[in-house]
């Protein structure tokens, strides 16, 4: 079983068309849950690092949001800039600080 | 500015060759991991190192070796490759001062024919 799993796998919007992407967790503990972006060919980039339930973090058209359980990734009247693959990543309260990845959310915005 | 830089970006190899991928970061970052990356797997650790001379295995070492003699290398060496190994590589370094979100590279694109 996956410790993090994200959803849905893909996801296509129109302009405008704001969404959530979901990052769900069974890490008994948490110390941390992140946020990247990857576009294609590229290394993911860090966006976000949120470490306790209720915390939200905001960046342009996107906003983080936590809670025991999962991680949202809302993004307000997204662009085609936008587009890209949508990585989670957790680190477990007392273990290494190596985080484990979810697979990903691959976002496509047409214009 | 570097940040993380690895080489090459691009390699073919025969079965049964060897290399080493070879990345650097000037951040002074304690922590540096080594993740490949397949269609539908999303990014699986290979190894890891907290710091110079301190290595550990992550979810898929099989044929991979790593050492980390500088704070700064942290090459990755294929041993016999295989086409299991076809893959996009990348390395990343984290530090507490960053809160440990990683940096990574651009990657490397292998292809083991």
């Known amino acids: 079983e996956d410790q993090v799993t994200q959803s849905p796998e893909a996801l296509r919007l129109q302009e405008g068309e704001s969404s959530s992407l979901n990052c769900s967790y069974t890490v008994s503990g948490l110390r941390g849950l992140f946020w990247y972006r990857q576009d294609p060919g590229k290394g993911p980039e860090f966006l976000f690092t949120l470490y306790s339930a209720g915390e939200e973090k905001e960046k342009e058209r996107l906003k983080a949001t936590l809670t025991k359980k999962e991680s949202f990734l809302h993004i307000t009247a997204p662009k085609p800039e936008d587009s890209a693959t949508y990585l989670c990543a957790v680190q477990e309260a007392g273990g290494s600080y190596i985080p484990t990845f979810g697979r990903g959310t691959s976002l496509i915005v047409h214009p | 500015n570097a940040g993380v830089t690895q080489t090459p970006k691009f390699q073919v190899l025969k079965t049964g060759q060897s290399m080493t991928l070879q990345c650097a970061q000037d951040?002074?970052?304690?922590?540096m991991s080594w993740y490949r990356q397949d269609p539908g797997m999303g990014l699986r650790l290979i190894h890891y190192?907290?710091?110079?001379?301190?290595?550990d295995q992550g979810e898929v070492p099989n044929g991979y070796n790593v050492s980390r003699s500088t704070t700064e290398d942290f090459p990755l060496r294929l041993l016999s490759a295989a086409p299991s190994q076809t893959s996009v590589y990348f390395c990343a370094s984290n530090d507490r001062r960053q809160n440990y979100g990683y940096t990574f590279g651009s990657g490397t694109r292998l292809t083991v024919v």
């Open positions: 190192s907290v710091g110079a001379g301190i290595t």
């Open positions: 951040m002074n970052h304690e922590y």
